[in-house]
């Protein structure tokens, strides 16, 4: 093992041990004054933490915990974003993780250069593992809903995937890989926008005024040298070789980077399923047949018979499939699908 790994392992369990010596006996797991039954904070606007951030508003919640907007009184009343993490081990850990993840992002961009969120502070609060943020604005899903899923301009979206490109490969480089792209991770540093009348919906939409964009939420990045869970990515943007169980890597960043874009440019998700078999159905439907050598070597034979994907097109799933998939080559060829 060199130098670097070694720093790298040892470092994590110094943060490890930092975290524990922070929490005190005040911070037991499920606190019941404290905490909600599943492990959220109670708080309310008004609330202060560590004498210091200043509770606005919620911005959002998902199964880690929930972020909230604060006003920062050591940074002149600034507005930051604070992600609390639920009361729970599992989640504590997994904060740590990503809190080494965030480290290493701002001693890679110190000038913030990379178009990846960059971690202001972090503490621990009666068990809860806090993280702050730079406050961003709406997730590019966010603003594709509320413009009721009108498809973004190719300008806008050449922009958008520039910037995107440019932060996965900056991690890429950094031996990191995010693993759960999509649009909802993807949030525009500012969301003002102007009304459009569109002549071929016949209506109104909202087009975003400043497309920069900032990749965040690297609670599931994952360094070379870890353990790479056997199932990772929202389910609409997960790669084949993830589906298939045949190992990942960088790779699979790049499929739902694809993905992605699809979905701007459309403003539906390019995969519309639930199923594994359906999956990868649309997947060969979209992409042309899965080489041999990645079904060959699958753990998941159920879904093939002799090599090739055991699907029946004359099914109804098949029937619904043919109806929704479209092969994309024939898009390029007619410049339907020509994002970039």
């Not at 940074?75 to 993780?97: H, M, T, V």
């Not at 502070?121 to 966010?142: A, K, M, P, R």
């Not at 079904?295 to 004359?314: A, I, M, P, V």
């Not at 043919?322 to 060829?333: I, S």
Request: hydrophobic share 35%.
């Amino acid at each position: 093992m060199g130098k670097t790994e070694l720093y790298s392992l040892y470092k994590g369990f110094l943060d490890c041990i930092c975290l524990c010596l922070s929490q005190g006996s005040g911070e037991a797991e499920g606190d019941n004054e404290r905490d909600t039954e599943n492990g959220h904070l109670i708080y309310k606007s008004g609330d202060v933490l560590e004498d210091r951030y200043e509770i606005v508003d919620t911005l959002g919640e998902g199964t880690f915990g929930k972020v909230v907007q604060c006003l920062d009184h050591s940074r002149a009343g600034s507005q930051i974003a604070l992600k609390i993490i639920k009361n729970l081990e599992k989640y504590r850990e997994a904060a740590k993780l990503e809190i080494n993840v965030l480290e290493r992002i701002s001693e890679k961009d110190p000038h913030k250069k990379q178009h990846c969120v960059h971690m202001l502070d972090w503490f621990n609060y009666y068990g809860h593992v806090c993280i702050s943020f730079e406050l961003l604005s709406l997730s590019t899903f966010d603003f594709l809903k509320a413009n009721n899923f009108l498809p973004y301009p190719i300008n806008q979206i050449r922009h958008m995937a520039h910037q995107i490109c440019h932060a996965v490969s900056f991690l890429h480089d950094n031996k990191l890989t995010h693993t759960d792209l999509k649009p909802e991770n993807i949030l525009f540093v500012n969301s003002d926008y102007s009304l459009i009348y569109n002549t071929e919906k016949k209506c109104n939409e909202k087009r975003i005024n400043n497309t920069t964009v900032r990749l965040v939420d690297f609670g599931s990045a994952t360094f070379d040298h870890e353990h790479h869970s056997a199932i990772i990515s929202t389910r609409h943007y997960r790669a084949p070789e993830v589906i298939l169980e045949l190992g990942w890597s960088h790779p699979c960043d790049v499929w739902s980077i694809g993905c992605m874009l699809f979905e701007y440019y459309e403003g539906f998700t390019l995969f519309q399923t639930h199923d594994n078999k359906e999956h990868l159905a649309m997947m060969e439907r979209i992409q042309g047949k899965i080489p041999l050598r990645m079904t060959q070597r699958s753990r998941k034979q159920k879904y093939f018979h002799r090599g090739r994907l055991d699907w029946n097109e004359c099914s109804e799933a098949g029937r619904y499939v043919k109806a929704k998939c479209k092969p994309l080559r024939e898009g390029v060829k007619s410049g339907e699908t020509a994002v970039i």
